[in-house]
């Protein structure tokens, strides 16, 4: 998120939700938990949703209807990661980084059981 909005050279605001389905696991409960909402209203705001990966797309079709009933102006999804063969649900990706294929990855902000999100780098599972 740093590194993303560094290269972004207009006016914004920054925002913060946290949602889980995953929690320690390696497997989505299919059940996605508000952990906490956004501070500030996105009534009539243009609202990019950053996300780190979209794997069964289970957790950006809840925070789409969740941001869509507060009408924002607009609302597009940005993602680092993207794995389409595991796609459950489809949803939109309007900024996308990398498709990967189907492996639990972590690193760079991706943890694994909590754990190294602080990885410099992103890597998968043996
Ligand atoms: O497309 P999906 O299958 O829903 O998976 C994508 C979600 O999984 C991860 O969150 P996770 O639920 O693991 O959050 P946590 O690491 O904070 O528990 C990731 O940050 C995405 O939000
Ligand atoms: N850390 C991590 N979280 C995920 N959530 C959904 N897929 C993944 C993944 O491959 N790695």
């Known amino acids: 998120m740093a590194d993303l909005v560094r290269a972004i050279d207009m006016p914004l605001t920054m925002d913060f939700l946290a949602v ?3 929690g320690d696991s390696q497997k989505t409960s299919g059940e996605v938990e508000l952990i906490k909402d956004l501070r500030l209203p996105i009534a009539g705001r243009h609202v ?3 996300e780190d990966i979209v794997d069964t797309g289970i957790t950006i079709n809840y925070l789409l209807r969740m ?3 507060r009408q924002p102006a607009s609302l597009k999804i940005a993602a680092l990661l993207s794995k389409p063969s595991r796609r459950q649900i ?3 990706i309007h900024y996308l980084g990398f498709e990967i294929e189907d492996a639990f990855v972590y690193g760079y902000g991706l943890d694994r059981s909590q754990f190294d999100r602080n990885l ?3 890597t998968s599972q043996a």
């Open 20 to 22: 889980s389905s995953y």
């Open 48 to 50: 990019i949703v950053v």
């Open 67 to 69: 941001l869509e009933a």
């Open 90 to 92: 489809e949803v939109p």
């Open 120 to 122: 410099p780098f992103i």
